[in-house]
């Protein structure tokens, strides 16, 4: 009710002042470590092209997200924004006829013969494309242009590695590993693994990272669809990873309640060796200890039999209001904002991985190098043509947590879901 309320104040607020025409593009955002980047490439565009381009923000992503709501009520969307959320909540933008679809801006090539679809990172433009069937009932194209990627791996610290007598160039490749690994941590008195486990959605995605490795996508998405139960053994083992985790003490105790803030302290101030984070803590690890000393690995698999994969794709996404007088300006700015040199600044500037594939060539930061190539493991659920419904995974999560408490086994929790699911 109180969401409610604030929209439809922000709808007569939104109505009352509509703007007038104006003679520049405007842009909504909600990111504040890039405002100041944004401003300074707007310049340079103005400079470059006589376009002078606006960027308005809006800050925390809620209160972003309920003035967006209330400008599309209103028809009093920017040239350009961005909607926050999971992919059903895109497809509503674009069904009720606000995004404009960039299919065939994507494909039209440049004076050297590249297309802009070319240039970026297939999985970054994955997350703003709909196929012909979908079940969004969302036409088929591309409908947002990714302005960087992300991806989430495991970190490991290798001063501590150091300090246990481990090589730092050689990470653990398998579960098995990654249990002795453990045991040399801690005899060494460090602690071995922490993440911010109280924000369900990384207990998530660790979670279906091993459920892909040891049962393979399809017999994933088959348990989804109904046709193989959560009973199944290849659940069980899945579940135990994280009883692994409780039984040789690889985790920290303060992980299962813990939000993600406090555990990037926690790895940032070199108190536990291992932690689960995406690419967006490069720029927040900086700011917390710039003289850390980190890398990038896959999560250690428990099976042979599948590859281990990763959540990861595009990070934010710009979109064109499909109603906009100057679409086709907006459209040419987004062009120029994900070319390979404004690209390297953005990346540059705020320490996230860039969406065009040349700027990589431009980039120096061996960290930042490092996040990229582990975007060939890449998968991510706004990709898969089916979800779980929100009350099993949300089950999932917390019952892993009870798990990693030793309050509930993994047995116990596949028989829960499998219930839940009937």
Request: glycine share 4%; proline share 3%; hydrophobic share 40%.
């Given at each position: 009710m109180k969401n409610l309320v604030i929209a439809i104040i922000l709808a007569i607020l939104v109505s009352g002042c509509a703007r007038e025409e104006v003679d520049y593009v405007s842009v909504w955002h909600w990111m504040t470590d890039r405002a100041d980047a944004f401003d300074e490439l707007a310049i340079q565009y103005r400079d470059k092209t006589g376009v002078e381009v606006r960027f308005e923000l809006y800050a925390p992503s809620p209160s972003y997200s309920e003035r967006i709501r209330a400008a599309a009520q209103t028809d009093n969307l920017p040239d350009i924004f961005g909607v926050l959320g999971e992919k059903r909540d895109l497809a509503s933008f674009i069904n009720a006829g606000h995004v404009a679809n960039l299919s065939g801006y994507m494909e039209k090539p440049d004076s050297t013969g590249l297309s802009w679809r070319d240039t970026l990172f297939p999985a970054a433009l994955e997350i703003n494309k709909f196929r012909e069937v979908n079940v969004y009932e969302v036409?088929?194209?591309i409908y947002g242009a990714p302005i960087d990627i992300m991806n989430i791996p495991m970190l490991y610290n290798k001063r501590l590695f150091e300090r246990a007598g481990l090589d730092p160039e050689r990470p653990p490749l398998t579960w098995d590993e990654f249990i002795e690994y453990g045991q040399k941590l801690k005899q060494a008195g460090i602690n071995v693994f922490s993440s911010g486990f109280g924000e369900t959605w990384l207990i998530?995605?660790?979670a279906y990272n091993y459920a892909f490795n040891i049962m393979g996508e399809e017999k994933v998405l088959d348990t989804f669809r109904g046709d193989v139960p959560y009973s199944d053994?290849?659940?069980?083992?899945?579940?135990?990873?994280?009883?692994?985790?409780?039984?040789?003490?690889?985790?920290?105790?303060?992980?299962?309640?813990?939000?993600?803030?406090?555990?990037?302290?926690?790895?940032?101030?070199?108190?536990?060796?291992?932690?689960?984070n995406g690419s967006w803590c490069v720029n927040v690890y900086r700011g917390m200890n710039p003289d850390l000393e980190y890398s990038t690995?896959?999560?250690?698999?428990?099976?042979?039999?599948?590859?281990?994969?990763?959540?990861?794709?595009?990070?934010?996404?710009?979109?064109?209001?499909?109603?906009?007088?100057?679409k086709d300006e907006a459209v040419e700015f987004l062009r120029w904002l994900t070319a390979d040199e404004q690209?390297?600044?953005?990346?540059?500037?705020?320490?996230?991985?860039?969406?065009?594939?040349?700027?990589?060539?431009?980039?120096?930061?061996?960290?930042?190098?490092d996040f990229s190539q582990r975007m060939q493991h890449i998968t991510h659920p706004n990709v898969w043509p089916v979800t779980e419904e929100h009350d099993i995974r949300e089950a999932m999560n917390r019952g892993i947590q009870q798990i990693l408490i030793g309050e509930r086994t993994p047995e116990e929790l596949a028989n829960r879901l499998e219930r839940l699911k009937n």
């Open positions: 036409k088929e194209g998530e995605s660790l053994i290849g659940w069980v083992h899945t579940f135990t990873i994280f009883e692994d985790m409780k039984k040789h003490n690889l985790i920290t105790e303060d992980s299962v309640t813990m939000i993600n803030r406090l555990a990037e302290q926690q790895f940032a101030t070199e108190r536990v060796a291992f932690s689960f690995m896959l999560p250690p698999k428990y099976s042979d039999e599948h590859n281990m994969v990763i959540w990861g794709g595009a990070g934010s996404s710009f979109l064109v209001n499909a109603r906009a007088a100057r690209q390297a600044f953005l990346s540059e500037e705020t320490r996230n991985l860039p969406s065009n594939k040349d700027s990589l060539d431009l980039i120096e930061e061996e960290i930042l190098i």
